[in-house]
């Protein structure tokens, strides 16, 4: 699963690296996808199974949001997602500046934040991964 965070604080360059580096990891994996877009809240939940992401074109992809932030409504949807009896995520990678209020329990599977250079990177758990936005 992916998160992007589609608050008002990501600028364009920076969503337009997330869609590129989203877009990159489809080429080499082949599995199913869960993209969600979340500013404050939840704003769209788009599941795209592995032949379905050949030919999705993340670069016109449209985000969602654009409001105020909240890190924490995708662990929510996700414990919700398994309590409905469907499978644990692998992993969930969040692609966000970081500023937002951010959960502090570890979840059940394994998390990587993805910050731009500038992007906070006070999380509680998880991994974090800076990416150039001008890269």
Not at 42 to 47: G, H, L, P
Request: proline content about 7%; charged content about 20%.
């Amino acid at each position: 699963m992916v998160a992007i965070d589609t608050s008002g604080s990501m600028n364009k360059e920076i969503l337009g690296k997330i869609l590129t580096e989203i877009d990159a990891a489809r080429q080499i994996a082949d599995c199913k996808l869960t993209v969600i877009q979340c500013d404050a809240v939840i704003q769209s939940v788009k599941t795209l199974e592995s032949w379905e992401l050949s030919s999705t074109n993340f670069d016109r992809m449209s985000m969602r949001g654009r409001g105020g932030t909240s890190l924490i409504p995708p662990f929510d949807w996700v414990k919700e997602y398994v309590e409905e009896g469907n499978q644990i995520p692998d992993a969930l990678i969040y692609m966000t500046d970081g500023y937002g209020p951010s959960p502090t329990d570890n979840p059940m599977y394994p998390c990587l934040w993805v910050v731009p250079p500038t992007g906070s990177t006070d999380f509680s758990f998880g991994d974090v991964i800076r990416i150039d936005a001008a890269a």
